[in-house]
């Protein structure tokens, strides 16, 4: 139990575009989603915080209008990188904390889905 | 930043135990203590977490001083699978808590 999954694994886009990439709760309900950005031989930097059907809040120095998170049911966190440049070039980790159990014990735990790495020319 | 400390980078034999450790010297008292692995471009696995007595689970143990200031995970019999940057996290399990990584321990299992 306790999966995530992250839609596409990988993109490549042009300078300039806007990519989506999509983040999923299989098999429970997630009452928030978590959005991380990770530079080469870096840590993960959390980006955004999202509650199903609420605003996102975001990190200071995480421009809200660049990157759009949008969190529409209680399974599903969209993240989009509006006019993507070369250094918005990243591997995007979003999370998702357990609303309802899974399994005991598991309740507001967060778990990670699988990365999307972004390249953009 | 991050409220931990850990080594940068660790070795550990094949097959041998990996005690990879973290201070946490404030560590509030709703404080949990996190672990986490991240093999190399993929998403953050979690493995094991602790208030304040000793965990054990499938992937490995979690040991916490008496006074709560630091921590050792404990990998029983290390895999060349098992390399990976490891992250201590602390952080309130109720739902204000977020998680905030740090730079981790890069942990190489060598044959």
């Known amino acids: 139990g306790a999966v995530v999954s992250q839609h596409p694994s990988w993109v490549i886009c042009k300078s300039g575009t806007s990519v989506k990439i999509e983040c999923r709760s299989l098999?429970?309900?997630?009452?928030?989603m978590f959005w991380y950005r990770q530079f080469p031989k870096q840590s993960l930097m959390l980006m955004a915080t999202?509650?199903?059907?609420?605003?996102?809040?975001?990190e200071q120095g995480v421009e809200k209008d660049k990157f759009l998170i949008n969190h529409a049911s209680l399974t599903l966190s969209t993240l989009t990188v509006t006019s993507a440049h070369p250094e918005d070039s990243s591997f995007y980790i979003c999370?998702?904390?357990?609303?309802?159990?899974?399994?005991?014990?598991?309740?507001?735990?967060?778990?990670f889905g699988p990365g999307t790495r972004l390249t953009v020319l | 930043d991050a409220k931990t400390t850990q080594p940068t980078s660790m070795d550990c034999a094949e097959g041998r135990a990996a005690n990879l450790p973290c201070n946490h010297s404030?560590?509030?008292?709703?404080?949990?203590v996190y672990w986490y692995r991240q093999i190399h471009s993929q998403g953050p696995q979690y493995i094991i977490h602790?208030?304040?007595n000793n965990e054990t689970n499938e992937m490995a143990s979690l040991i916490i001083t008496e006074d709560r200031k630091s921590s050792t995970l404990i990998l029983p019999h290390a895999t060349l699978r098992d390399t990976a940057v490891y992250y201590c996290?602390?952080?309130?399990?109720?739902?204000?808590?977020?998680?905030?990584f740090g730079k981790g321990t890069k942990l190489s299992v060598k044959p």
């Open positions: 999370s998702a904390r357990v609303g309802l159990a899974v399994s005991r014990g598991s309740y507001n735990e967060q778990f």
């Open positions: 098999d429970f309900q997630a009452t928030t």
């Open positions: 999202s509650n199903e059907g609420s605003k996102a809040t975001y």
């Open positions: 404030t560590i509030s008292g709703n404080e949990y």
């Open positions: 602790g208030l304040k």
């Open positions: 996290i602390v952080k309130d399990r109720g739902s204000q808590g977020n998680l905030i």
